[in-house]
């Protein structure tokens, strides 16, 4: 049997309590009690709500109480009849769902996407269809218009469906576990991507900084430039706010929150990343507001830097993949050591004992390192490219 700990501790998948009761944990740490018991010689799971709200002793008494019932008769009879004027519309699951996971979510853009995604592509189809109705071929069906042609969301959206569908049978809203395992058979066999970050070679960056310092001034421009300059992610760019910045100290601070690892990260900015956020500043509508933005309140979106290299004629070319072309420079044409690099990109070391020993940020050396990018990009000068 449980107890009121291991259930506030359970990890997720499936803990028995005993004589049917089971709770259910989602990896997103949703927890749900279910009971699952023989009616007419066939299993079936029945919801007996959030382990949030129903604790313990109550989902206990609930079972035993829906046991009796079952082996009574009244059971079947209830759930034959009124349950299913009850049982929700597969958008309307979809909501419940979401409202009930993206608790474990720190991706306010992923939470909402998540369910936009289904209100765009899957509503339209089954939306309106009772959750208990909804069969492989129905999601086969309303996933075939987009399957090659945005695979990468096909797929995300599939997956998406799966939770919902399972949420369900958790909640009893849907009679056995979902698999949909047979949804991408039915389908034409998606093209293998090799690369998702095309990234160009290092050589033709600087080449590619000078045609971009010749286009007009616009936020999704400086934007793209800050980014190549400080080697960081698009979102860190694209959410970046003036109270980050320190022009003074060449220094800015971007907060756990925005950063991939959960960890704070300081960026020692070159001269030239400088120069583009003074002319931000005096085009500036906050000193609160985001920098890269044309108001200063609603960030750029994630293509508006991808169709600024769309418009130079890279239609391969992603904005991510300056990461990898500033790691191949340093790596080909410095002496900086590896640790230093990855630190620049903060990324998280895979050794945890060399993590815990390793408390430098080698702030110092990074410094020059984006110092020397910053040269190699604009090399209107001699650099010097050793630590």
Not at 14 to 35: E, F, I, N, T
Not at 146 to 163: C, G, K, M, S
């Amino acid at each position: 049997m449980l107890t009121p700990l291991e259930v506030k501790h359970a990890k997720p998948g499936r803990h028995a309590d005993g004589k049917g009761l089971y709770l259910m944990v989602r990896p997103s740490g949703s927890r749900s009690w279910v009971l699952r018991a023989q009616v007419d010689g066939k299993r079936q799971d029945f919801g007996l709500g959030s382990a949030t709200v129903v604790k313990l002793a109550e989902a206990r008494t609930k079972a035993a109480e829906l046991l009796v019932s079952l082996k009574s008769g009244e059971g079947v009879a209830q759930k034959d009849r009124p349950a299913r004027a009850v049982i929700p519309s597969f958008a309307e699951a979809a909501r419940a769902c979401h409202e009930a996971i993206k608790g474990g979510w720190r991706n306010k853009h992923h939470c909402a996407s998540w369910l936009a995604s289904l209100d765009n592509h899957i509503f339209p189809h089954i939306g309106k269809a009772q959750v208990d109705q909804v069969s492989s071929a129905m999601v086969r069906d309303a996933l075939a218009p987009i399957w090659l042609a945005i695979p990468e969301t096909a797929r995300r959206i599939l997956q998406r469906v799966r939770t919902v569908l399972e949420y369900s049978h958790i909640m009893g809203w849907f009679p056995h576990e979902a698999s949909l395992r047979s949804v991408s058979k039915g389908l034409p066999r998606q093209p293998v991507e090799e690369n998702h970050f095309v990234a160009m070679p290092y050589a033709d960056v600087p080449g590619l900084v000078l045609r971009l310092a010749a286009l007009p001034d616009t936020a999704g421009r400086d934007a793209l430039l800050f980014t190549i300059y400080n080697a960081v992610r698009s979102g860190e760019t694209r959410l970046a706010t003036w109270p980050e910045f320190d022009l003074d100290a060449a220094i800015w601070s971007i907060p756990a929150s925005r950063m991939k690892m959960r960890q704070p990260h300081v960026v020692p900015l070159s001269a030239e990343a400088v120069v583009i956020l003074r002319r931000r500043w005096s085009l500036r509508t906050s000193d609160e507001g985001l920098v890269f933005s044309t108001f200063g309140k609603k960030p750029l979106s994630d293509m508006t830097m991808t169709k600024v290299l769309r418009d130079l004629g890279l239609p391969k070319i992603t904005v991510h993949g300056f990461r990898s072309s500033f790691t191949d420079w340093a790596a080909e044409l410095t002496e900086f050591p590896k640790e230093v690099v990855d630190k620049a990109l903060a990324h998280k070391l895979v050794d945890r004992v060399e993590a815990a020993y390793r408390r430098t940020n080698f702030f110092e050396r990074r410094r020059r390192l984006m110092a020397a990018w910053a040269g190699f990009l604009v090399p209107c000068e001699k650099v010097l490219l050793a630590a």
